[in-house]
Each structure stands twice: as structure tokens, then as C-alpha cells.
């Protein structure tokens, strides 16, 4: 079946120190895989994108993810987290036409 | 910048009653989509649309779920009798050809039936 995992309900990280946000997926083909970003009470912000090419992709606001076919991950990255980054990260999949997301992480940074 | 809107934002209805969720996708897309999230829970799809047809939809979108694209302009989601279970965050999303076909979603409609 077809499916995304993020294995942390939620990530907590002081500002100005790097963080990641997991994410592993379980789909046949080469799959397009997405990052996505949701504030509270708005709707899912697209943050950045891996189709082919370089394995390290740099998205919005500073985010970059790296592709990593073997471990069939995608985690998300920031060399540097602010505390307005503080939000809820959706990791999504796409094998045909639709997204699959996976549960979401909640990303706190605290000052 | 373009934006996908939808209204309304919150919809209270009671069990048993149809509603309709509207949305109006980027003015160049041509797939479009709709999504729920239950609270709490991940974000699931229900249905995706392109050239005036239905061209995936999910188990969750049964016979009482219909979309339409009424004009040039709007996407809209029915539900023609909710059931309790329908509360939920419904999204809009729409896509175009360019760009590796990412999905650009609404602020979404928060339906409550009770």
C-alpha cells in the first residue's frame, strides 16, 4: 500500500539551531514528493518540491529537504529555525494524481 | 499572487442536510481536487477533476458526494445528506501544467454537522 510515515508527532528546537523533520515513504515508481506547511486555521502552504535531479532541494523561508532513494526518505531541513517557523509540516507524496500526506509534525521553536 | 479561495469558511448544518462547499481555483489551473481533515487527523483525498470529469476519487467519496464545475470559474463539492462523520476541514487544491504539477490548496471550509 501506499503510504507516508512521519515518525514524530511533534519536534522541538531551540531558535538559531538546525532542525529536521522526518519523513519516509512507501510507494512504487519514482514518486514526486512535496513538503507542506499549515498555520493554524489556514489551509496547507506548499513549501518545496523534489520531481529528479539534485537530491537536495531548497524550498521556502529557508527550507531545503534532501531525497534519499535507498532509505526512501525525504526529510526536511533549516540550517537555522525562527521561531515564526513554529507550525505544523505535512511531508505528501505523489504517485499518480493524488497527494498521500503523511500524519504531520508539529514543530515548536522556542526562543 | 494567485490564490485558491473557498467559501464559506465555516459551515454549521444539521445531519441529514445537503450542503455545498465553494471554491475558486487559480485562474490558470486546470486540476483541481478536493480534500478533508478530520480534526486531529491526517489530511485525506477525496476527488480529483480535470477537463470536466471526474478522474480519481477516493473510498470516502461515495454517492452522496458530487463536485461540479458550474462555470468558468468555480469548483464545487456537494454533500447531498451529511452524516455526523462528514465534520471535517474540507480543502480545495488546484494544479496546472507547469511547475511539476504542485498543489496549490485553499484556506478550506470548516463544516460541523449536528
Known amino acids: 500500500a501506499q503510504s507516508v510515515a512521519q515518525p514524530e508527532d511533534q519536534v522541538n528546537v531551540a531558535e538559531g539551531n538546525p532542525l529536521t523533520v522526518k519523513c519516509t515513504y512507501s510507494?512504487?515508481?519514482?514518486?514526486?514528493l512535496f513538503w507542506y506547511v499549515q498555520y493554524p486555521n489556514r489551509g496547507l502552504q506548499f513549501l518545496l518540491k523534489?520531481?529528479?535531479?539534485?537530491?537536495l532541494v531548497k524550498g521556502s523561508y529557508g527550507f531545503e529537504a534532501e531525497f534519499n532513494k535507498s532509505q526512501t526518505s525525504f526529510h526536511l531541513k533549516k540550517p537555522s529555525a525562527l521561531v515564526s517557523d513554529s507550525a505544523l509540516y505535512f511531508c505528501?507524496?505523489?504517485?499518480?494524481?493524488?497527494?498521500?500526506f503523511g500524519t504531520g509534525t508539529r514543530l515548536q521553536v522556542f526562543p | 499572487e494567485p490564490e485558491v479561495t473557498q467559501t464559506p469558511s465555516h459551515q454549521v448544518t444539521q445531519m441529514g442536510q445537503e450542503v455545498i462547499l465553494r471554491c475558486v481555483p487559480i485562474?490558470?489551473?486546470?486540476?483541481f481536487y478536493w480534500y478533508r481533515q478530520i480534526l486531529g487527523q491526517k489530511v485525506e483525498f477525496l476527488v480529483s477533476?480535470?477537463?470536466?470529469?471526474?478522474?480519481?476519487k477516493s473510498e470516502i467519496f461515495d454517492d452522496q458526494f458530487s463536485v461540479e464545475r458550474p462555470d468558468g470559474s468555480n469548483f464545487t463539492l456537494k454533500i447531498r445528506s451529511t452524516k455526523l462523520e462528514d465534520s471535517a476541514m474540507y480543502f480545495c487544491?488546484?494544479?496546472?501544467?507547469?511547475?511539476?504539477?504542485?498543489?496549490?490548496f485553499g484556506p478550506g471550509t470548516r463544516l460541523l454537522v449536528l
Open positions: 487544491a488546484s494544479s496546472g501544467l507547469a511547475g511539476g504539477f504542485v498543489q496549490y
Open positions: 510507494v512504487s515508481g519514482n514518486p514526486y
Open positions: 523534489y520531481i529528479t535531479g539534485d537530491n
Open positions: 505528501a507524496v505523489r504517485p499518480a494524481d493524488k497527494l498521500i
Open positions: 485562474s490558470n489551473h486546470l486540476y
Open positions: 477533476f480535470y477537463n470536466n470529469e471526474i478522474s480519481e
